[in-house]
T-cell receptor, first 114, second 114 residues
Framework: AQSVTQLDSQVPVFEEAPVELRCNYS??????LFWYVQYPNQGLQLLLK??????LVKGINGFEAEFNKSQTSFHLRKPSVHISDTAEYFC????????????FGQGTILTVHP | NAGVMQNPRHLVRRRGQEARLRCSPM?????VYWYRQLPEEGLKFMVY????????ESGMPKERFSAEFPKEGPSILRIQQVVRGDSAAYFC????????????FGPGTRLTVT
């Protein structure tokens, strides 16, 4: 079975500061990893995904994530955040016998203060 | 190209009534997934369907819940005899193909059981 742990439930940060949202996964097979963002009362939007190849993945809105197989991590980073980045962020994994099913972490609420 | 559409956006039902949630996938997408987001919890997979077939229903509660994706028309998630614990946001996603294709999420249906 696969599982995802997002290590921080809430991350407060000031505008223009860097941020890292942490995600660890557990799986006995090769996985595909995703980060989604959810703004209040909206659906989820894909930020970025790791399928294979380069371990550094760049996504939309200036976000990037690094796949670390030895540490089973897929942390999300942004060098300088904006007020508009305030949202909930979900790490997700699929692969193996899940046939497309996404397993999500509990979510991290990022709050950017002016 | 319209995105994933869900209706209604908000649904209020009294205990014991039936709830029907509809999802129209993106054009050209033949794979549909349903997820549930309960308060204070992350998103949980419920069911994965292709046209006229249920591929994976491992996340569906054993009773009262059913899903279909007919040859024509939207996918339907049906909840019979709703209880207060069914109050949640229900999200539909669609993809062009199977894992690891990107899943596009709809805006969700927020079900409130009174």
């Amino acid at each position: 079975a696969q599982s995802v742990t997002q290590l921080d439930s809430q991350v407060p940060v000031f505008e223009e500061a860097p941020v890292e949202l942490r995600c660890n996964y557990s799986s006995s097979v090769s996985v595909y990893l995703f980060w989604y963002v959810q703004y209040p009362n909206q659906g989820l939007q894909l930020l970025l995904k790791y399928l294979s190849g380069s371990t550094l993945v760049k996504g939309i809105n200036g976000f990037e994530a690094e796949f670390n197989k030895s540490q089973t991590s897929f942390h999300l980073r942004k060098p300088s955040v904006h007020i508009s980045d305030t949202a909930e962020y979900f790490c997700a994994v699929s692969g193996g016998t899940s046939y497309g099913k996404l397993t999500f972490g509990q979510g991290t609420i990022l709050t950017v203060h002016p | 190209n319209a995105g994933v559409m869900q209706n209604p956006r908000h649904l209020v039902r009294r205990r014991g009534q039936e709830a029907r949630l509809r999802c129209s996938p993106m054009k050209g997408h033949s794979h549909v997934y349903w997820y549930r987001q309960l308060p204070e919890e992350g998103l949980k997979f419920m069911v994965y369907l292709q046209k006229e077939n249920i591929i994976d229903e491992s996340g569906m509660p054993k009773e009262r819940f059913s899903a279909e994706f007919p040859k024509e028309g939207p996918s339907i998630l049906r909840i019979q005899q709703v209880v207060r614990g069914d109050s949640a946001a229900y999200f539909c996603a669609s993809s062009e193909g199977q894992d690891p294709y990107e899943q596009y999420f709809g805006p969700g249906t927020r079900l409130t059981v009174t």
